[in-house]
């Protein structure tokens, strides 16, 4: 079975600091990779996604991501951080069983931007 | 509707109680699915559908949990006797098909306590 390691349950930055949220995974198969964010009190949304082809991922907000299959690694970052990235951020791999899929998710990290 | 729709946003319940939680799907999304969040656990999956077929019911952490879905829409969650772990924020998730939960598109969440 596929899982997911976020290093950090808590990452802090300074407005304008370079955002890393790693997330390294394991996985039998090729994978197919995710980062969500969570707001307060609001549900997941899709930051960016890596399934096949290019390993530099470009998401939403000026985040991105890079499949190293080396290193099994999928770190999200952005280069410069707005307070209203403030959130939690879940790594995710797609796990295939049966014919079907599903997404086994990290146990998030969330982030702190300071003024 | 625009998006996943779930109720109620928040629920109290009693130790031994039964509660229901409700996931209105995106129109037109054939796979759904449940997911619980627990405080420092990530994102535990618990089931899914394909149209109102829950071909994978492994995640369902006891037979207190069952789900159905019908007409290919609605979903519903049912905890029967709860207990106070299963205090969590419930998730609900629709996507346009099973093989591209890439697509997923996430409601805000039930929050259910048990006291």
């Known amino acids: 079975a596929q899982s997911v390691t976020q290093l950090g349950s808590h990452v802090s930055v300074s407005e304008g600091a370079l955002v890393l949220l790693r997330c390294n995974y394991s996985?039998?198969?090729?994978?197919?990779l995710f980062w969500y964010v969570q707001y307060p009190n609001q549900g997941l949304q899709l930051l960016l996604k890596?399934?096949?082809?290019?390993?530099l991922v470009k998401g939403i907000n000026g985040f991105e991501a890079e499949f190293k299959k080396s290193e099994t690694s999928f770190h999200l970052t952005k280069p410069s951080a707005h307070m209203s990235d403030a959130a939690e951020y879940f790594c995710?791999?797609?796990?295939?069983?049966?014919?079907?899929?599903?997404?086994?998710f990290g146990k998030g990290t969330k982030l702190t931007v300071n003024p | 509707g625009a998006g996943v729709s779930q109720s109620p946003s928040n629920k109290v319940t009693e130790k031994g109680k039964d509660v229901e939680l409700r996931c209105d799907p995106i129109?037109?999304?054939?796979?759904l699915y449940w997911y619980r969040q627990s405080l420092g656990q990530g994102l535990e999956f618990l089931i899914y559908?394909?149209?109102?077929?829950?071909?994978?019911k492994s995640g369902l952490p006891s037979d207190r949990f069952s789900a159905e879905r019908t007409g290919g829409s609605v979903s519903t969650l049912t905890i029967q006797r709860t207990q106070q772990e299963d205090s969590a924020v419930y998730l609900c998730?629709?996507?346009?098909?099973?093989?591209?939960?890439?697509?997923?598109?996430f409601g805000q969440g039930t929050r259910l306590t048990v006291v």
């Open positions: 998730a629709s996507s346009t098909s099973i093989k591209r939960h890439t697509e997923a598109f």
């Open positions: 996985s039998s198969v090729p994978p197919y």
């Open positions: 890596y399934t096949t082809g290019a390993t």
């Open positions: 995710a791999v797609s796990e295939t069983q049966g014919g079907s899929e599903k997404l086994v």
């Open positions: 129109s037109g999304h054939t796979a």
């Open positions: 559908f394909q149209g109102n077929s829950a071909p994978d």
